[in-house]
């Protein structure tokens, strides 16, 4: 069993639309929990970071961990075309970041 | 925000032949780079851990007579692929962390073996 799983899609919606990513882990010392979005043959790019649970919100990103079900999301609103990409979510138990579990990604397709 | 680097980004060898990939932290200096593998449409897999200094440390399965790292200042981790096959034929990411643990990742290598 992978430690994270991840639905890889893809995800077609259409533009303006709200895109709903999720996450589940199995390993419950995992503290933080990260999104990276990942464009076609480039490296990720780290969106945004949640530590334990809770929502964390940064323009139109929204990231929720529910510890109790190991289980976490990332909401996109008013979605746009240049948000076509693949969307990773990965967790680690240290501090320090220092091994990172990554989901195997889902592929977001935003039509105009 | 922090840039880091990868050189080349695409690469073509023969089979037997050896590749070597540089990491960079441009604007930041980075005492742990780390590599990951990306098959297509698969997640990254963490390859091994660079630290400045020291020998890297190898995930479980991955060959460290293989795949050599070596990280000999702050700003630049290489690896370098021996003997390389077909199968080596993959998105090679290297990610730097920067003093407040934060991981920045590079563009990739795509490297393909004939």
């Known amino acids: 069993q992978k430690e994270v799983e991840q639905d890889p899609g893809p995800l077609s919606v259409p533009e303006g639309a709200i895109v709903s990513l999720n996450c589940t882990y199995s390993n419950s010392a995992f503290q933080y929990f990260m999104w990276y979005r990942q464009y076609s043959r480039k490296g990720p790019e780290l969106l945004m970071y949640t530590y334990s649970s809770g929502n964390k919100e940064d323009g139109r990103f929204t990231a929720q961990v529910d510890k109790s079900s190991k289980y976490i999301s990332l909401f996109i609103r008013d979605s746009q075309p240049s948000d076509s990409a693949t969307y990773l979510c990965?967790?680690?138990?240290?501090?320090?970041?220092?091994?990172?579990?990554f989901g195997a990604g889902t592929q977001v397709v935003v039509t105009p | 925000g922090a840039v880091v680097s990868q050189h080349p980004s695409r690469v073509i060898c023969k089979s037997g032949t050896s590749v070597k990939i540089e990491c960079r932290s441009l604007?930041?200096?980075?005492?742990?780079m780390f590599w990951y593998r990306q098959f297509p449409k698969q997640s990254l897999m963490l390859m091994a851990t660079s630290n400045e200094g020291s020998k890297a440390t190898y995930e479980q399965g991955v060959e460290k007579d293989k795949f050599l790292i070596n990280h000999a200042s702050l700003t630049l981790s290489t690896l370098t692929v021996t003997s390389a096959h077909p199968e080596d034929s993959s998105f090679y990411i290297c990610?730097?962390?920067?003093?407040?643990?934060?991981?920045?990742f590079g563009p990739g290598t795509r490297l393909t073996v004939t």
């Open positions: 604007d930041f200096q980075a005492t742990t």
């Open positions: 990610s730097a962390r920067d003093s407040l643990y934060e991981q920045y």
């Open positions: 990965a967790t680690t138990e240290a501090d320090s970041w220092g091994k990172l579990q």
